[in-house]
């Protein structure tokens, strides 16, 4: 059931419109000012606006700047009594879908509802897309089912809709700017850039112009302004990566653009506003260095509003296979080479090796072995290793077992499955909590792999 709202101050043409747009089964709500009207979406979502242009107050050109600012995906319809082609181009120029001129006649005013309709179909349709394609990619990149990386992902989902600024620790190589990533695309934000910045990369002077741009002439080369990190992320999402590497005096400005989200370009004196999520990362211990004076206070307790831990690979060790086999398809599809397995004793060399890189070292190696793969499989001898082996019986038996050189994804997640129950004894919601899985599901998986 469609929802319309219309806006005029005259009593007279709401009556009307109401009669004749109830009579074709739209549910119409009617408001006598833009301000009355703001109110009224905010309580309920409508499909299409009917604005009158003239009103005294907020008129109908405040009422769109306002729609088409809080992004509701209303369609708007301008209406006048006033033969202006300036206002009506003005509102077209705005975002206004169509613009009727007084007295309305009955056929043009459904026929504007109709086609607002259709509009408002698809901008919806064209929305569900969007999400079911961003959800995909997400759940594609989140590759994992151990206790350790389920914890990220549960706070991931948690944190991501929230506008809290977030810190993520963890060695080198767990997976920071992925996850940045993931907190950018589960967020309102999705839709606006996400920009990313290594804090470590640059000395403190190229560092603070690129975080806040420059004015033309601000220093020698600067021949004419260009925007900063902070612009360009505007309305999205800036990942600072390495923040514990920050020179002091870049700190504290960042500060301010945290604090109340101004700041001004190198050589510039006017101080510009943006609407920035800011998550940052670092493999330093930032209270240690708070401590040591190597990072301001203020600004460690600014951004550790949440923090996120990422585990190191050594101990989310039953998600080596997963990572394993998705890096193969991934590296075997990208450089065209028929490798679909691992063999045995290679996978078994893969989760008893300590993995000092991480997941990143788990790639390069991957990447690597299926370019020197000579077969179908990869083999003990594809794989470059540094000698940093762990003793296997040194190894809970559950952090890691053994598959078919040809396993599939699906066979994967069948063994962890197994593996998980008899861990559990059989007691099913026991295992299912292990898995961070619902009971249903786990019933569900367990008939479709036909495991007793």
């Given at each position: 059931?469609?929802?319309?709202?219309?806006?005029?101050d005259?009593?007279?043409?709401?009556?009307?419109?109401?009669?004749?747009?109830?009579?074709?089964?739209?549910?119409?709500?009617?408001?006598?000012?833009?301000?009355?009207?703001?109110?009224?979406?905010?309580?309920?979502?409508?499909?299409?606006?009917?604005?009158?242009?003239?009103?005294?107050?907020?008129?109908?050109?405040?009422?769109?700047?306002?729609?088409?600012?809080?992004?509701?995906?209303?369609?708007?319809?301008?209406?006048?009594?006033?033969?202006?082609?300036?206002?009506?181009?003005?509102?077209m120029?705005?975002?206004?879908?169509?613009?009727?001129?007084?007295?309305?006649?009955?056929?043009?005013?459904?026929?504007?509802?109709?086609?607002?309709?259709?509009?408002?179909?698809?901008?919806?349709?064209?929305?569900?897309?969007?999400?079911?394609?961003?959800?995909?990619?997400?759940?594609?990149?989140?590759?994992g089912?151990?206790?350790?990386?389920?914890?990220?992902?549960d706070?991931?989902?948690?944190?991501?809709?929230?506008?809290?600024?977030?810190?993520?620790?963890?060695?080198?190589?767990?997976?920071?700017?992925?996850?940045?990533?993931?907190?950018?695309?589960?967020?309102?934000r999705?839709?606006?850039?996400?920009?990313?910045?290594?804090?470590?990369?640059?000395?403190?002077?190229?560092?603070?112009?690129?975080?806040?741009?420059?004015?033309?002439?601000?220093?020698?080369?600067?021949?004419?302004?260009?925007?900063?990190?902070?612009?360009?992320?505007?309305?999205?999402?800036?990942?600072?990566?390495?923040?514990?590497?920050?020179?002091?005096?870049?700190?504290?400005?960042?500060?301010?653009?945290?604090?109340d989200?101004?700041f001004?370009?190198?050589?510039?004196?006017?101080?510009?506003?943006?609407?920035?999520?800011?998550?940052?990362?670092?493999?330093?211990?930032?209270?240690?260095?708070?401590?040591?004076?190597?990072?301001?206070?203020?600004?460690?307790?600014?951004?550790?509003?949440?923090?996120?831990p990422?585990?190191?690979?050594?101990?989310?060790?039953q998600?080596?296979?997963?990572?394993?086999?998705?890096?193969?398809?991934?590296?075997?599809?990208?450089?065209?080479?028929?490798?679909?397995?691992?063999?045995?004793?290679?996978?078994?060399r893969?989760?008893?090796?300590?993995?000092?890189?991480?997941?990143?070292?788990?790639?390069n190696?991957?990447?690597r072995?299926?370019?020197?793969?000579?077969?179908?499989?990869?083999?003990?001898?594809?794989?470059?290793?540094?000698?940093?082996?762990?003793?296997?019986?040194?190894?809970?038996?559950?952090?890691?077992?053994?598959?078919?050189?040809?396993?599939?994804?699906?066979?994967?997640?069948?063994?962890?499955i197994?593996?998980?129950?008899?861990?559990r004894?059989?007691?099913?919601?026991?295992?299912?909590?292990?898995?961070?899985?619902g009971?249903?599901?786990?019933?569900?998986?367990?008939?479709?792999?036909?495991?007793?």
């Amino acid at each position: 059931m469609a929802y319309l709202l219309i806006v005029d101050d005259d009593r007279d043409t709401r009556d009307a419109l109401q009669v004749i747009l109830r009579r074709e089964g739209f549910t119409v709500l009617a408001a006598a000012s833009g301000e009355e009207a703001l109110k009224q979406l905010q309580e309920q979502p409508v499909d299409v606006l009917l604005c009158d242009v003239k009103m005294p107050g907020m008129d109908g050109l405040a009422v769109l700047r306002h729609v088409r600012a809080t992004e509701t995906g209303v369609v708007v319809v301008m209406m006048s009594g006033h033969h202006d082609i300036a206002v009506a181009v003005e509102a077209m120029k705005q975002g206004a879908f169509d613009y009727l001129m007084k007295p309305l006649s009955k056929d043009d005013v459904l026929r504007a509802v109709q086609k607002a309709l259709a509009v408002r179909a698809l901008m919806v349709e064209n929305l569900i897309l969007r999400h079911q394609i961003r959800d995909q990619l997400v759940r594609a990149q989140v590759i994992g089912s151990s206790p350790a990386w389920r914890r990220v992902c549960d706070l991931i989902e948690q944190v991501a809709p929230s506008q809290a600024t977030v810190l993520l620790t963890g060695e080198s190589g767990t997976g920071k700017e992925l996850v940045a990533g993931l907190l950018h695309r589960l967020s309102g934000r999705a839709e606006r850039p996400f920009i990313v910045l290594n804090a470590a990369a640059l000395p403190a002077t190229l560092l603070e112009a690129e975080l806040f741009g420059y004015e033309k002439g601000a220093f020698t080369g600067a021949l004419q302004r260009k925007p900063g990190h902070f612009e360009l992320a505007d309305g999205g999402t800036l990942f600072l990566d390495e923040i514990g590497d920050m020179p002091p005096e870049v700190q504290v400005k960042l500060l301010r653009v945290l604090q109340d989200g101004t700041f001004q370009r190198l050589g510039g004196t006017r101080a510009l506003q943006v609407d920035v999520r800011v998550v940052a990362a670092t493999n330093k211990n930032l209270a240690q260095e708070v401590m040591t004076q190597r990072f301001r206070h203020d600004l460690y307790y600014r951004l550790n509003v949440i923090t996120i831990p990422l585990p190191p690979l050594r101990e989310r060790r039953q998600d080596i296979p997963l990572l394993a086999t998705h890096f193969l398809r991934l590296y075997a599809q990208e450089n065209h080479k028929e490798v679909t397995g691992i063999q045995q004793e290679a996978l078994q060399r893969l989760q008893t090796y300590a993995w000092p890189g991480n997941v990143r070292e788990l790639e390069n190696v991957m990447e690597r072995a299926v370019v020197l793969a000579q077969g179908t499989t990869v083999t003990t001898a594809d794989l470059s290793l540094e000698d940093h082996q762990l003793d296997v019986r040194q190894l809970p038996t559950e952090d890691c077992f053994v598959l078919p050189a040809d396993a599939t994804l699906a066979q994967v997640e069948r063994e962890t499955i197994v593996q998980a129950l008899k861990r559990r004894h059989g007691n099913r919601q026991a295992t299912a909590r292990q898995l961070a899985i619902g009971v249903s599901t786990l019933y569900r998986k367990l008939k479709d792999y036909e495991i007793a």
